[in-house]
């Protein structure tokens, strides 16, 4: 099958999740004979809005204070950098290092449309003026990227993946999930399992049918179907989930699984941040 991940962005920050990140985004890029880019972005909104007082008359004060934290955040982009370069040196890979200078998720979404692959810590530590916790940059990225999306948990040390579950409901998103995993795929050894939810066996037959011509037409080796009847996203995820190294969604399905796989489902699998998750829309 042609390898098709020859472009891949991975967003930077200090943190673990990050590290994590730029392991699995070398590791895919190796396989995949695939170029990587890591993007730190400058928050100056951020700072702005968290340092910048309503009493104006201190203004000549919030300007040292801005001026201090910018430079702070500009020292620890610049450690980022250069780690994420020295991972890429050390496995031989092309790399590339930009900064943009804006508000992150925007930043990121801009870049990402050329880009054939996004790699992302499960939690984002994008505000490199503070070390306070994490932002909520991943969630916007999951909402709007047209790019897929890999987010890993800060547990990832980039081995081979060996087991995928696809939720697959025969939504658009849940299938251009599908088609981007099996191209992301190809240069795995991997065995695939297919899940369908709900109380219609027949309907759940009916769209394993389609998955398994889907697969057998990519000539993909090893695979098992499966339908459940479970409706609590927690057994599922216990059941299923909890036991494969990468679990592939659609961001936004809208048939029978909507109710596990369209906000709750996501969140459960980001919250307990113990597997890796491939999205698309």
């Given at each position: 099958m042609k390898q098709s991940i020859k472009r891949i962005l991975t967003p930077l920050d200090v943190s673990a999740f990050s590290e994590a990140a730029t392991r699995r985004a070398c590791e895919i890029a190796g396989r995949h004979g695939a170029e990587i880019t890591g993007l730190a972005v400058l928050d100056s909104p951020g700072i702005r809005s968290a340092i910048a007082p309503a009493d104006v008359s201190h203004w000549p004060l919030v300007q040292d204070t801005m001026l201090r934290a910018t430079e702070d955040a500009q020292e620890r982009i610049r450690e980022s950098r250069k780690?994420?370069?020295?991972?890429?040196?050390?496995v031989g890979l092309k790399h590339f290092e930009s900064e943009l200078e804006g508000v992150p998720a925007d930043k990121?979404?801009?870049?990402?449309?050329?880009?054939?692959?996004?790699?992302?810590?499960?939690?984002t530590f994008f505000h490199f003026e503070t070390q306070d916790g994490p932002g909520d940059s991943l969630a916007e990225v999951l909402g709007?990227?047209?790019?897929?999306?890999?987010?890993?948990?800060e547990s990832d040390k980039a081995e081979p993946f060996h087991h995928a579950v696809v939720a697959w409901d025969g939504s658009f998103s849940a299938g251009r999930a599908f088609r981007d995993f099996v191209n992301f795929a190809a240069p795995y050894d991997m065995a695939i399992t297919v899940l369908t939810a709900g109380s219609d066996a027949r309907q759940g037959d009916m769209l394993l049918a389609e998955a398994k011509a889907f697969l057998t037409a990519h000539e993909v080796p090893k695979f098992d179907l499966v339908h459940t009847e479970l409706a609590e996203v927690d057994q599922i995820h216990d059941l299923y989930f909890?036991?494969?190294?990468?679990?592939?969604?659609g961001i936004h399905a809208k048939k029978f699984f909507k109710d596990l796989f369209v906000g709750s489902f996501t969140n459960r699998l980001i919250e307990s941040g113990d597997t890796a998750l491939f999205l698309s829309h």
């Open positions: 780690h994420f370069a020295g991972h890429c040196e050390a990121i979404l801009e870049a990402s449309v050329l880009y054939d692959l996004v790699v992302i810590g499960l939690r709007r990227t047209v790019t897929p999306v890999l987010a890993v948990p909890s036991k494969a190294d990468l679990v592939v969604a």
